[in-house]
């Protein structure tokens, strides 16, 4: 081979070795950012400058519990428009989940148990498409690579700033959770709430654990070191959280069902 072709093939592999490193910088550099960096938790999407600004937005009060197959584009949370920053990190590209194929009793049952989850606050829980934008959505169905997740073993998917994201669009992977109506529901209940800012809570009982648990879940009203296999601060810095009490910070109490009778 030429002196001429040697040079070439060695000006080609010092190109080929270049781009391949400028293209890890990029990649470092993006992690850094932290537009979309992972947490520790598998089934959080932080996302951070975009969807905080210097009014904390006002939380969504409706949750849309959706059977049905969907599409979502990525792009920032935007659950009537089936926008999903979750999409954005995950797949980067348009995706289709295809909804509950669990029985229609199972579904009611889904239903019925997270309307008791959130009981006690001033939302309404709902399998009918709300009018208007202002609601979170959750994506009920499929499995974790339909979203492009590549954690085989996450129930469950949600966008996470810490605060309140309003618009949210959060992911249950029901078949990945064998169409149980327990781990459904409370999955539903944890990635709703981390929608609403809570973060995993160290203790069994609650929803927002990662601890095997320990009987029938609620939002506990108690103070507990956040974590999910260890304890850790706080998202934010707190030593704990009381995801009940945090809950009815956000939200507010559950209103009272007006009586019947004379307008007081
Ligand atoms: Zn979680």
């Known amino acids: 081979m030429s002196r001429t072709r040697w040079w070439l093939i060695g000006v080609i ?8 490193v400028l293209v890890g910088l990029l990649v470092v550099k993006r992690i ?8 520790s938790s598998a089934d959080l999407v932080e996302v951070k400058a975009r969807l905080t600004g210097p009014v904390p937005p006002r939380p969504s009060r409706v949750i849309y519990l959706a059977r049905e ?4 584009t990525p792009g920032e949370d935007d659950a009537a428009r089936g926008q999903s920053s979750v999409v954005a990190a995950k797949a980067g590209k348009p995706v289709k989940v295809p909804g509950w194929k669990g029985t229609a009793k199972g579904w009611g049952q889904v239903v019925t148990c997270v309307e008791k989850l959130f009981a006690p606050f001033d939302v309404v829980v709902t ?30 998917l949600a966008p996470f700033s ?13 078949t990945q959770l064998g169409n149980q109506v327990t781990p459904v529901c409370e999955t539903i209940g944890m990635e709703v709430a981390h929608a609403y800012g809570l973060d995993h809570g160290y ?16 939002f506990v009203d108690q103070d507990v070191p956040c974590g999910e296999t260890k ?11 009381n995801s009940y009490r945090r809950l009815l910070e956000i939200l507010g109490p559950a209103r009272p069902v007006p009586a019947a009778g004379p307008a007081r």
Do not use: H
Not at 69 to 72: D, E, G, K, W
């Open 203 to 218: 203790l069994c009982k609650d929803v927002m654990t990662y601890l095997k648990p320990c009987g029938a879940k609620s």
């Open 162 to 174: 810490g605060g309140v994201i309003p618009r949210a669009v959060v992911f249950v992977f029901s």
């Open 127 to 156: 399998d009918q498409r709300p009018a208007g934008d202002d609601f979170v959505l959750v994506a009920v169905g499929g499995r974790p690579g339909d979203v492009g997740e590549t954690n085989k073993r996450v129930g469950g």
């Open 69 to 72: 197959p969907l599409t979502f």
């Open 13 to 20: 592999a010092l190109a080929t070795v270049a781009s391949g």
């Open 32 to 39: 850094e950012s932290g537009q979309w960096q992972m947490i």
């Open 231 to 241: 304890k850790r601060p706080c998202m934010g810095g707190a030593p704990t959280q």
